[in-house]
């Protein structure tokens, strides 16, 4: 490397400090960066039988299973474990199943003894349809109860550098996951992929951190001279923030994450999607405007949408109609006028 490079040594991600029942979810909402808190779930029976072996944890899984099928993804041994696309981005890369917890389980203590074995990944199931009976003791008692669980299970696979519209918070309960997390404005530097045709639901990179001098995405050493990173292990957890580019490598046989997902947003009716589905209408809105008229219309959104300070301090508060405080009132006229233009 050239002493014009940029270093690409990842450093490593904010740690909390002190006991981990000292965490607050609330301050690390309002801060806006990831925090990595170490033994935040040591406590939990799962996680205690996961450090004794993987055959205590899986069986414990067994036992709880209620028989439900979930999502599976089946990955080619050629395809390295990375969840991803086909070379001509005609395809994803994967087979897709539906099984009960158990069979995935069963297949996974299998793969566990081939040397060039299948990835194999039980992706985004919420836990109240599969395993029940793990939900009374495996808690955050800061969050909200309505906020679900979802548990991703597998071998030693990779998910792409993608982000999330919602607060995440992973906690690691079986295995070892490594985490290389990139803020929100890299995004010219990760190449991400179609919006619309994505293989973990959201778009995702299609530049593997692990060949920074590939020719076709030369970028990709300015997002990974200031990428942050962590090994999270039994009972650590990660708090990543909205819109955080985070690239997840599992690194055992068996690995297994309970993660949590939520808006801070308390109003009734609003749906997280919210967000997401305006970029969709920015592209319809925007995109193919002249220049000069998408830069008028940026300033309007910078002004009401985006700006810290208050856009309607001089408006009388009875007449600030849908600039006003986010009310369900508010919210169904904001839709009823969206809907108007569509």
Partial sequence: MSAAEPSIRPRPIEEHRGDPGSFDVHAAVQQGKPLVIRGLVRDWPIVELALQSDTAFAQRLSELDNGADVTTLLIAPEAEGIIGYTPDLGEFNYQHFQVPVTLGLQRLARYSRREHAPGLVIQSVPIRSCLPGLLADHAL???DPRIEPRLWMGNRTVT?????????????VCGARRFTLFPPDQLPNLYVGPLDF????????????????????PRLKLALAVAQVAELHPGDAIYIPPLWWHHVESLEQLNALVNYWWSPVDVPGYVTGHARAALFHCLLAFRALPPAERAAWRSLLDHYVFADRDPVAHIPEQRRGVLGPLTPETL???????RQNL
């Fill in 160 to 172: 792409p550098t993608h982000f999330d519209s919602q607060h995440n918070i992973a906690c690691v």
């Fill in 141 to 143: 008692p800061f969050l």
């Fill in 332 to 338: 169904e006229e904001l839709k009823r006028r969206a």
């Fill in 198 to 217: 994505a293989p973990t639901g959201a778009a995702i990179s299609l530049a593997r951190l692990d060949q920074p001098d590939d020719p076709r995405y």
